[in-house]
C-alpha cells in the first residue's frame, strides 16, 4: 500500500515530486546513520547515571509561542522543583524544528541553557528511544506544554535578560520608528497564514486546521487609531503578513511591512509595550515572559 500510494504520486506529480522524494529518502537514511553512530554516546549515558543522570530536550523552536512560552515554563518548573530528577542532573537542548521563528530569542536562550546542535543530539535522542530503558533521559513536557497550570509566571522572575549592548540597541530601534523616548506604545498582533504559507507547502497543509484563527488586520483600525488619537503609539506586528495595514495615521506604524522589522526589534518590542492587542498567537507568549534588563 505504502509503495503503490509512492508511485501514485510520482505519477502525479511528476519529477519534481520524484526528485522531492528521493532527496527525503536520502535525508531518513542519514538519520538512520546517525542514530546508528549514536548507539555508543546512549550507552555511556546509561553507565554514568548512578551518578549523573543526563537528559536530552527538543525544543519547538520554528513556532515563537512555544519557543518562547514551553521554554520559560520549563524554567520556572525547574526553579520550582516540579518534574524535576531527585538525583544529580544535567539537561541538554536542541533546536529540533527548522527554520528558527526568532533567532534573537535563540541568542538569549544559548545565554541560560545548555544547547547543542540539532545534527549532534537528535541522533542520541533517538537511540535513546529505541533503546528500551531511555524514558528517564528524556527533558519530556512540562506539566501541560505550554499552559502554566502553577500559576509560576507571577511568582517567577523572567529568566531572559537584555544587555546593555541590547537596550541602547532597543533604544535606538525605537528612535528610528519616530518614538520619543519615554512615549508609550501598544504592540499590535493580527494572525493571518502567512507565516505559516510561507515555511513550505507540507508545514502548511499540517497546520491547515487552524485557520479558523486567522483575521483581517483591517478590522482593527479603529482600535488602532483611537489609541493613536489618545497618545500611544501604535506599532503593527508581524514576522511574515498578507497586507499592509491601511492607515494613515502618523502614530499607526506598519513595523511589519516598512522594512524596519528584525528578530531583535519583535523581541524588544514585546518586551517593552504598555500592551498588547492580539487575537491568539504565539507572540502572546513574549507578553507573558517578556525579557527583563541587566548590566553586562
Known sequence: ????????????????VLVRKIKLLFRELFKLLLCILAIPAVLIMRLIK?????????????????????????????DAGINVPKQRY?????????????HQLA??????????PA????????????????????????????????????????????????????EAGLRLMGIPTGAPFVCLIVRDSAYLAHLSDDNYDSYNYLNYRDCDVQNYILAAETLADRGFFVIRMGAKVHAAIKSTHPKVIDYATNGMRSDFMDIYLGAKCTFCISNGTGFDALLSTPPSFYSA
Open 1 to 16: 500500500m505504502f509503495i503503490e500510494r509512492q508511485i501514485y504520486q510520482i505519477k502525479q506529480g511528476g519529477r519534481k
Open 50 to 78: 548512578p551518578w549523573l543522570l543526563v537528559r536530552l530536550g527538543d525544543m519547538i523552536s520554528s513556532r515563537i509561542g512555544h519557543f518562547a512560552g514551553n521554554t520559560e515554563l520549563y524554567l520556572c518548573e525547574r
Open 90 to 102: 544535567i539537561d541538554v537542548f536542541y533546536m529540533a524544528f527548522k527554520p528558527i521563528s526568532n
Open 107 to 116: 541568542i538569549m536562550w544559548h545565554r541560560i541553557l545548555r544547547i547543542w
Open 119 to 170: 545534527w549532534i543530539l537528535a541522533p542520541i535522542k533517538a537511540a535513546n528511544q529505541l533503546i528500551p530503558g531511555g524514558k528517564s533521559h528524556e527533558v519530556g513536557n512540562n506539566t501541560q506544554g505550554d499552559r502554566d497550570v502553577h500559576n509560576l509566571l507571577d511568582r517567577t522572575p523572567p529568566h531572559l535578560q537584555f544587555t546593555t549592548e541590547e537596550e541602547m540597541r532597543g
